[in-house]
């Protein structure tokens, strides 16, 4: 009965321990999802010519954590091109508006996702 305990307790301190000390926080909660424009290009002299479809990716970032996050850096990949959108500062609890810049979309199915996230 006392090693049973023992070990309850042993695996109880090793989960709090997993729980507290080791296991990463989130800081940043993201919320993105892509944009796609099309424009259209004419010229009356100029034979018609098929729409460009240009795309970004746009969304919404918000500090869970109880400090302030500096420096924010979201590396996407749209299409398979790098796009990044870029965040000065976050203060605890602030929600923010993110996009990146917009790159020609050359297929019909439009992907991304997020490659990397950076912060100070």
């Known amino acids: ?13 090793g989960y709090f321990a997993y729980k507290y000390l080791i296991e990463q926080k989130t800081v940043l909660e993201i919320k993105a999802d892509k944009s796609i424009s099309t424009q259209h290009s004419m010229d009356v002299d100029a034979p018609a010519l098929s729409p460009s479809r240009f795309g970004s990716v746009q969304g919404t970032v918000k500090n869970v ?3 302030t996050v500096s420096n924010i850096v ?3 990949k ?11 500062e976050l203060e605890p609890g602030e929600t923010r508006n993110f996009s990146t810049q917009s790159v020609r979309l050359t297929h019909q199915e439009v992907t991304f996702f997020l490659e990397e996230m950076s912060y100070e």
């Open 74 to 76: 979201l590396k996407y």
């Open 1 to 13: 009965m006392k090693k049973l305990l023992i070990f309850i307790l042993l695996v109880a301190g």
């Open 78 to 88: 749209l299409n398979a091109q790098p796009v990044e959108a870029r965040i000065d």
């Open 65 to 67: 954590s109880d400090k």
